[in-house]
């Protein structure tokens, strides 16, 4: 008995010290783990995704640092987004670029279909939505695909929330009326910007009524492209103002935010993201201006805009017509791009003609120029332009130069190669008859007399000649008188003038 006792006595020793240990172990790990958010990021190319993760982690950081520190700490791990469902993740700095304020995980998807859709659906569980955004990339190498692109990716994204649990659809829920109800945390000094003295977002007709569970950002690339669509296809304001005034009817009815990027300018990216995911610097306040003027450089953050100020941007637009249509055109499940895409730009009949789709309607304005060569929008100056030459881009304009010159460089090489000696084409004695033929006879005033170039180059010939009889031992004395004869006549011609007797001595 007394050896059962004192083994069970150890035992639990033990088992307290074991119990000990790991409640501190977890409390430690605990308090070095670091908030985790998750970033969906929906559309674009493997490239384009590439190029948005550079200008959001560049963004990050601050501009004060040197290009060594820069290059140290923006270092984008690697990304791996070839097939289906892509990953990589990003450390998020505070101000001082010392402490990590959360790590982001990145998971990337470059095509909105329904195979996909189980990949999708664990990333989204009770405990990750509220850690959770949504990016969608759109590029203006072709904006006459957006508002398509866009609808399937929000088809998409409801299949997915409609196949979740009811626990993890009553997060979602909550998290929307959170984000309805929150205050605008903007600066209200930007142009434009309505608050109400409360601070509280007012909800209108037709705002926050399609919401996704998550908060939803549009980013359209590559703004630096809107000069070639000017130059090669005659695109005016009145195109960017249509396109941004639809975009924004579309997504305030999901409360999602959209902006504007190019190269080596990420337009507050980091601000707008940080704001969806909750990432708050502890040394700095975060500061996000609307911006709706500059049209390379569009901001509208979440819960900013209204109908109100999207009426604003051009008059005539049916902004209710547009709503319904987008409300009843997610209903559907995705359908694959490319085949659709096609199909509506070939077949007017492949949509609605009833006015009921909003895609139509878009794409009837903002046309693809490759396959319809006039622009057929309102008030357009433009329409039945016919485009005649395609010019490439800067880089590619260089590159084929570069090309073209390193070939001529060669080829000047092997000509000069092949001609060791360089030869003459023409001797100025010779005569040629194709030079005459252009130039005809050639005369000049020389002392009051007329001189015929052509009469004087064959005296001058005539006279090496005879020198070169004189030098001959062998010549005879017709010759010098042949001599003589040539250089009386040579003097007789200097002192003669045109149509007139030779003078006197």
């Known amino acids: 008995?007394?050896?059962?006792?004192?083994?069970?006595?150890?035992?639990?020793?033990?088992?307290?010290?074991?119990?000990?240990?790991?409640?501190?172990?977890?409390?430690?790990?605990?308090?070095?783990?670091?908030?985790?958010?998750?970033?969906?990021?929906?559309?674009?190319?493997?490239?384009?995704?590439?190029?948005?993760?550079?200008?959001?982690?560049?963004?990050?950081?601050?501009?004060?640092?040197?290009?060594?520190?820069?290059?140290?700490?923006?270092?984008?791990?690697?990304?791996?987004?070839?097939?289906?469902?892509?990953?990589?993740?990003?450390?998020?700095l505070d101000a001082d670029q010392e402490d990590t304020l959360a790590r982001v995980s990145a998971y990337l998807l470059s095509e909105p279909s329904l195979s996909f859709a189980p990949l999708l659906k664990p990333l989204l569980t009770p405990q990750s939505i509220p850690e959770t955004s949504v990016v969608i990339l759109l590029d203006w190498s072709d904006p006459w695909t957006w508002v398509r692109r866009l609808r399937e990716w929000v088809r998409l994204l409801r299949h997915v929330l409609v196949s979740l649990d009811d626990?993890?659809?009553?997060?979602?829920?909550?998290?929307?009326?959170?984000?309805?109800?929150?205050?605008?945390?903007?600066?209200?000094?930007?142009?434009?910007?309505?608050?109400?003295?409360?601070?509280s977002a007012i909800i209108g007709p037709g705002e926050w009524d399609e919401g996704l569970g998550v908060p939803l950002c549009v980013v359209c690339?590559?703004?630096?492209?809107m000069e070639k669509l000017e130059r090669d296809h005659g695109w005016s304001e009145d195109e960017f103002d249509f396109i941004h005034q639809f975009m924004r009817t579309l997504l305030v009815?999901?409360?999602?935010?959209?902006?504007?990027?190019?190269?080596?300018?990420a337009n507050n990216l980091h601000s707008v993201l940080h704001s969806s995911l909750g990432i708050h610097s502890l040394l700095k306040k975060l500061s996000l201006k609307a911006n709706f003027i500059e049209r390379d450089k569009i901001l509208i953050p979440t819960n900013w805009d209204s109908w109100a100020k999207i009426r604003?941007?051009?008059?005539?637009?049916?902004?209710?017509?547009?709503?319904?249509?987008?409300?009843?055109?997610?209903?559907?499940?995705?359908?694959?791009?490319?085949?659709r895409n096609d199909e509506a730009q070939d077949d007017g009949s492949s949509e609605e003609d009833d006015g009921t789709s909003a895609v139509?309607?878009?794409?009837?304005?903002?046309?693809?120029?490759?396959?319809?060569?006039?622009?057929?929008?309102?008030?357009?100056?433009?329409?039945?332009?016919?485009?005649?030459?395609?010019?490439?881009?800067?880089?590619?304009?260089?590159?084929?130069q570069l090309e073209v010159l390193e070939q001529l460089k060669i080829e000047d090489e092997k000509d000069r190669a092949a001609k060791k000696t360089p030869q003459l084409e023409m001797s100025?004695?010779?005569?040629?008859?194709?030079?005459?033929?252009?130039?005809?006879?050639?005369?000049?005033?020389?002392?009051?007399?007329?001189?015929?170039?052509d009469d004087m180059l064959q005296k001058l010939k005539d006279r090496e000649a005879s020198r070169s009889q004189r030098k001959d031992p062998v010549s005879s004395p017709g010759d010098e008188k042949a001599n003589n004869q040539a250089l009386a006549n040579f003097f007789a011609g200097l002192v003669k003038k045109p149509g007139g007797s030779p003078r006197g001595a």
């Open 1 to 92: 008995m007394s050896t059962s006792k004192r083994s069970s006595t150890v035992s639990s020793k033990d088992g307290l010290k074991k119990n000990i240990w790991s409640s501190m172990l977890d409390s430690a790990a605990t308090g070095k783990r670091l908030p985790e958010k998750n970033l969906l990021i929906l559309g674009g190319t493997p490239e384009s995704q590439r190029e948005f993760l550079e200008a959001y982690s560049a963004d990050t950081l601050d501009s004060s640092l040197s290009n060594e520190k820069r290059k140290g700490k923006g270092k984008v791990p690697p990304v791996a987004n070839q097939f289906a469902l892509g990953y990589t993740y990003l450390d998020v």
């Open 167 to 199: 626990e993890t659809k009553v997060v979602m829920e909550e998290n929307m009326t959170q984000w309805r109800e929150r205050k605008k945390g903007i600066d209200t000094s930007s142009t434009g910007s309505q608050a109400t003295s409360s601070g």
């Open 221 to 225: 690339q590559g703004t630096d492209k």
């Open 253 to 265: 009815k999901h409360g999602a935010s959209l902006i504007y990027t190019k190269p080596f300018h």
């Open 312 to 339: 604003v941007i051009r008059e005539g637009s049916n902004l209710e017509g547009i709503s319904t249509a987008w409300s009843i055109e997610i209903q559907d499940p995705p359908e694959p791009l490319s085949d």
């Open 360 to 400: 139509k309607i878009y794409e009837q304005t903002i046309k693809d120029p490759k396959r319809n060569t006039s622009l057929s929008y309102p008030g357009s100056q433009q329409s039945g332009n016919k485009i005649e030459v395609e010019t490439l881009d800067m880089q590619g304009f260089l590159t084929k």
């Open 428 to 453: 100025p004695l010779e005569d040629n008859s194709r030079v005459n033929e252009h130039i005809g006879p050639v005369q000049f005033n020389m002392g009051g007399i007329q001189v015929d170039a």
